[in-house]
């Protein structure tokens, strides 16, 4: 059974510092890795997908990573600013696809100003 | 366009009644599925539904109910709530495989069972 675990389960930094997110898998078999946002009583909001073809993608300031073998993925967060406190999951699935998602249980993130 | 519409917001439920948590989306997306998110447990898959006319079972089934009578919808049928089922619930729409792209989450139902 797959098993994702983030850590650490909470952060919190001052504004305009790089931090990364850690993301890891029990089971390599999966066909994309995808980090979340979510604000608080909200829902969640694709930041970055990553096949399991890929090492990395880009979205502005963000940075995902992915080691499948290893199975690890890392969030980079550059310059971080206050608009970015929310909690990050992430989420893998599986080769058999179907949107069929496990989660972590997220990283609360905290940027004070 | 609107994408992924949850309703209600917000349901108060006595045990054992039942109730049909709505779900929409205007994507034309193959995949869609139905999460729980609960405190320390995370979000975990309820069932989930390739196309319309095909449903299958998550991780945690028990107690709910799923059809797809069409692409755009997929209504979660709790038969007799229970205390247990109180949770925050989340439904998901993606094209499918072939196309790999991310999922598009609505903004949740809050369902408390009393």
């Known amino acids: 059974k797959q098993e994702v675990t983030q850590i650490p389960a909470a952060l919190s930094v001052p504004e305009g510092e790089n931090l990364v997110l850690n993301c890891s898998f029990t089971?390599?078999?999966?066909?994309?890795l995808q980090w979340f946002r979510q604000d608080p009583g909200k829902g969640l909001t694709s930041l970055l997908l990553?096949?399991?073809?890929?090492r990395e993608q880009t979205s502005g300031r963000l940075n995902a990573s992915l080691d499948k073998s290893s199975g690890r993925s890392t969030l980079y967060i550059a310059a971080s600013q206050p608009g970015d406190s929310a909690t990050y999951l992430c989420?893998?699935?599986?080769?058999?696809?179907?949107?069929?998602?496990?989660f972590g249980q997220g990283t609360r993130l905290t940027i004070n100003p | 366009n609107a994408g992924v519409t949850q309703t209600p917001k917000f349901q108060v439920l006595k045990t054992g009644q039942s109730m049909t948590l709505q779900c929409a989306q205007d994507m034309n997306h193959e995949y869609m599925s139905w999460y729980r998110q609960d405190p320390g447990m995370g979000l975990r898959l309820i069932h989930y539904?390739?196309?319309?006319?095909?449903?299958d079972q998550g991780e945690v089934p028990n107690g709910y109910n799923v059809s797809r009578s069409t692409t755009e919808d997929f209504p979660l049928r709790l038969l007799s709530a229970a205390p247990s089922q109180t949770s925050v619930y989340f439904c998901?729409?993606?094209?499918?495989?072939?196309?790999?792209?991310?999922?598009?989450f609505g903004q949740g139902t809050r369902l408390t069972v009393v």
């Open positions: 539904s390739v196309g319309a006319g095909i449903t």
């Open positions: 989420a893998v699935e599986g080769i058999q696809g179907a949107q069929k998602l496990v």
């Open positions: 089971d390599s078999a999966i066909y994309n």
């Open positions: 990553i096949q399991s073809s890929q």
């Open positions: 998901a729409s993606s094209y499918s495989k072939a196309r790999a792209t991310e999922a598009f």
